[in-house]
């Protein structure tokens, strides 16, 4: 009896030493928000985690909203963010996660605890295979052995070392180390010293060689006719617009899009169409996607002579198939080498066509001043913003021109509407600035639950309600279907899911009521289903008829 008390003593306390000792070393890597899920076998992480002076941590009950609400932190903070769960269907529930921040390049690190070797295949409650179980969705995946006092110590540090510069290194992404712990998994002995910190890492970028720079700049020269597509950060957009005189087309996500670049690039290509004198010759990107499905049809249409993309990874991000050069690494000083060019027609057109799609756009609001998805998001003031998928964010593609300097957050990985009530609030939490965030019905519905993550969080939760996914109505799908298998309409009053979370609730009617709404409030903004096809249309016509009246210069 004696000695196995002293070997369930030894248990618990080498489950809190090497909980500790990973902690420790993801803290001393950079890692300072852990965000946990409640849960029995991950007890021995949690403590350590709560218990680290560095560490901050955030708790939620829902695996799935915790999940997102660490992508949107890891979103807005730039760095790794941990995610600690208990085994069986908690780790399930966090694969949504794990698959949006793989296609957006997010780095996760996700703990999950499991049984021992001799619980597993056997029936024993809430154990499944759980390694493998994120694999074509990490970048690394690992596990730890349940802890032995005959491993080194500084195999912890290694393999938290190792699965940091993973999540870090470009492309960045999510890993996953699997924590095997057995009974007793802590005890009230928690002051055993660990080892320090074993290992440093060291990240650089990898900068493109001045040769090269050289090579690009001249061919992209050769070329009068061509634009510049950004979907990130480029800081050298804005100077190689001027040299090449190439206008700037800003995805929706962009901290580039302003009032001073081609903002309106969507509309104004529908509403071109396949007009010859704006074809393009050549394309320059920097970034990975866009959320304009017409700029990808205008671009495979025209198919440019030279499409060059500029990305921070080697992963193709390329759905027409038209790139023709992909470069891996900043170019700092590709402006430099462009020779620079006098006044263009080809740009002022870009740019007449652009001011003539803007005054457009404001005199269909100034005639059409109800509440209405498309005006909302012409009028949307703030400085850091987040956009649903679906119809939401095509509204915001199409209509919505920031400040210069505003940013703007979406989950366009793969584009879910999982989850995205949990990634404002991660985003809220980590860049610690009020932010407005624009949501559909169905999408809100989808993460209900996560609203207990907004108590006392500056953000202004706009919810679209017109009963329904409205978006399938630019869908050519017959009236017989469209109802019960696509739009699947609801009666839900939001108002009651505002009180049950304890939120402010304000249901406006007007834009400017709207806009006079303080931010902590749940908003709820009724419109009409049918109504976004029926403006989207309208609006195109009319930019149609302007665009056949305008006397375009020979391009």
Same mark, same amino acid.
Request: aromatic share 8%; charged share 20%; hydrophobic share 40%.
């Given at each position: 009896?004696?000695?196995?008390?002293?070997?369930?003593?030894?248990?618990?306390?080498?489950?809190?030493?090497?909980?500790?000792?990973?902690?420790?070393?993801?803290?001393?890597?950079?890692?300072?928000?852990?965000?946990?899920?409640?849960?029995?076998?991950?007890?021995?992480?949690?403590?350590?985690?709560?218990?680290?002076?560095?560490?901050?941590?955030?708790?939620?009950?829902?695996?799935?909203?915790?999940?997102?609400?660490?992508?949107?932190?890891?979103?807005?903070?730039?760095?790794?963010?941990?995610?600690?769960?208990?085994?069986?269907?908690?780790?399930?529930?966090?694969?949504?996660?794990?698959?949006?921040?793989?296609?957006?390049?997010?780095?996760?690190?996700?703990?999950?605890?499991?049984?021992?070797?001799?619980?597993?295949?056997?029936?024993?409650?809430?154990?499944?295979?759980?390694?493998?179980?994120?694999?074509?969705?990490?970048?690394?995946?690992?596990?730890?052995?349940?802890?032995?006092?005959?491993?080194?110590?500084?195999? &912890?540090?290694?393999?938290?070392?190792?699965?940091?510069?993973?999540?870090?290194?470009?492309?960045?992404?999510?890993?996953?180390?699997?924590?095997?712990?057995?009974?007793?998994?802590?005890?009230?002995?928690?002051?055993?010293?660990?080892?320090?910190?074993?290992?440093?890492?060291?990240?650089?970028?990898?900068?493109?060689? !001045?040769?090269?720079?050289?090579?690009?700049?001249?061919?992209?020269?050769?070329?009068?006719?061509?634009?510049?597509?950004?979907?990130?950060?480029?800081?050298?957009?804005?100077?190689?617009?001027?040299?090449?005189?190439?206008?700037?087309?800003? !995805?929706?996500?962009?901290?580039?899009?302003?009032?001073?670049?081609?903002?309106?690039?969507?509309?104004?290509?529908?509403?071109?169409?396949?007009?010859?004198?704006?074809?393009?010759?050549?394309?320059?990107?920097?970034?990975?996607?866009?959320?304009?499905?017409?700029?990808?049809?205008?671009?495979?249409?025209?198919?440019?002579?030279?499409?060059?993309?500029?990305?921070?990874?080697?992963?193709?991000? !390329?759905?027409?198939?038209?790139?023709?050069?992909? &470069?891996?690494?900043?170019?700092?000083?590709?402006?430099?080498?462009?020779?620079?060019?006098?006044?263009?027609?080809?740009?002022?057109?870009?740019?007449?066509?652009?001011?003539?799609?803007?005054?457009?756009?404001?005199?269909?609001?100034?005639?059409?001043?109800?509440?209405?998805?498309?005006?909302?998001?012409?009028?949307?003031?703030?400085?850091?913003?987040?956009?649903?998928?679906?119809?939401?964010?095509?509204?915001?593609?199409?209509?919505?021109?920031?400040?210069?300097?505003?940013?703007?957050?979406?989950?366009?990985?793969?584009?879910?509407?999982?989850? /995205?009530?949990?990634? &404002?609030?991660?985003?809220?939490?980590?860049?610690?600035?009020? &932010?407005?965030?624009?949501?559909?019905?169905?999408?809100?519905?989808?993460?209900?639950?996560?609203?207990?993550?907004?108590?006392?969080?500056?953000?202004?939760?706009?919810?679209?309600?017109?009963?329904?996914?409205?978006?399938?109505?630019?869908?050519?799908?017959?009236?017989?279907?469209?109802?019960?298998?696509?739009?699947?309409?609801?009666?839900?009053?939001?108002?009651?899911?505002?009180?049950?979370?304890?939120?402010?609730?304000?249901?406006?009617?007007?834009?400017?009521?709207?806009?006079?709404?303080?931010?902590?409030?749940?908003?709820?903004?009724?419109?009409?289903?049918?109504?976004?096809?029926?403006?989207?249309?309208?609006?195109?016509? /009319?930019?149609?008829?302007?665009? /056949?009246?305008?006397?375009?210069?020979?391009?």
């Amino acid at each position: 009896m004696k000695h196995q008390k002293l070997m369930k003593n030894d248990t618990a306390t080498l489950n809190g030493l090497w909980a500790r000792l990973l902690i420790k070393e993801l803290v001393h890597h950079g890692v300072r928000s852990f965000c946990i899920a409640p849960g029995s076998r991950s007890s021995a992480l949690v403590a350590a985690a709560a218990r680290a002076p560095l560490a901050e941590t955030f708790v939620h009950y829902d695996e799935r909203g915790l999940g997102f609400h660490a992508l949107g932190y890891a979103k807005s903070h730039g760095r790794p963010v941990a995610i600690i769960v208990t085994s069986g269907t908690a780790v399930g529930n966090l694969l949504p996660a794990v698959m949006e921040a793989h296609h957006d390049h997010i780095p996760l690190i996700i703990l999950t605890a499991d049984r021992p070797p001799e619980l597993q295949d056997c029936g024993a409650n809430q154990t499944s295979v759980q390694r493998g179980l994120f694999k074509e969705f990490v970048r690394w995946e690992g596990e730890l052995p349940c802890p032995d006092g005959k491993v080194v110590q500084s195999y &912890v540090g290694t393999t938290v070392s190792q699965m940091v510069s993973h999540a870090s290194l470009e492309p960045r992404g999510p890993v996953h180390l699997n924590c095997q712990f057995r009974k007793p998994f802590f005890g009230k002995d928690e002051q055993v010293t660990s080892h320090q910190a074993q290992t440093s890492l060291s990240f650089g970028k990898r900068v493109v060689e !001045d040769k090269e720079q050289i090579e690009l700049a001249e061919m992209l020269g050769q070329y009068e006719k061509g634009v510049i597509l950004v979907s990130g950060e480029a800081k050298e957009a804005e100077e190689l617009s001027k040299r090449l005189q190439w206008p700037i087309f800003p !995805d929706v996500l962009s901290p580039v899009r302003s009032r001073e670049t081609a903002s309106y690039y969507d509309l104004m290509i529908r509403a071109i169409g396949t007009h010859e004198d704006f074809a393009p010759n050549a394309v320059l990107q920097f970034g990975d996607r866009f959320v304009s499905s017409a700029l990808y049809d205008w671009l495979s249409f025209k198919r440019p002579k030279v499409y060059c993309q500029i990305a921070s990874h080697h992963k193709r991000k !390329d759905p027409i198939h038209g790139v023709t050069h992909r &470069v891996v690494g900043e170019v700092p000083n590709l402006p430099c080498y462009v020779q620079e060019r006098s006044s263009s027609k080809w740009l002022d057109g870009w740019k007449e066509l652009n001011e003539l799609t803007a005054k457009g756009v404001a005199a269909y609001f100034d005639h059409h001043q109800e509440l209405t998805e498309p005006h909302l998001f012409h009028r949307l003031e703030g400085e850091v913003f987040f956009f649903a998928n679906s119809m939401v964010i095509r509204n915001a593609d199409a209509f919505f021109v920031p400040e210069k300097g505003a940013q703007t957050f979406g989950n366009r990985g793969l584009s879910g509407i999982d989850g /995205n009530i949990a990634t &404002v609030a991660g985003i809220a939490r980590g860049c610690e600035r009020p &932010v407005t965030a624009l949501i559909g019905d169905q999408a809100f519905l989808h993460d209900l639950s996560s609203l207990a993550q907004l108590k006392d969080l500056p953000v202004k939760l706009i919810v679209i309600n017109n009963q329904g996914g409205d978006i399938f109505s630019f869908l050519p799908i017959d009236q017989d279907l469209f109802k019960p298998y696509f739009s699947t309409p609801h009666t839900a009053d939001f108002k009651h899911a505002a009180s049950l979370f304890g939120l402010r609730y304000e249901n406006p009617t007007t834009i400017d009521e709207l806009l006079e709404i303080p931010h902590g409030t749940l908003v709820e903004v009724k419109t009409k289903p049918g109504d976004n096809l029926k403006i989207h249309q309208e609006v195109l016509e /009319n930019l149609k008829i302007s665009i /056949n009246r305008f006397n375009q210069p020979d391009l």
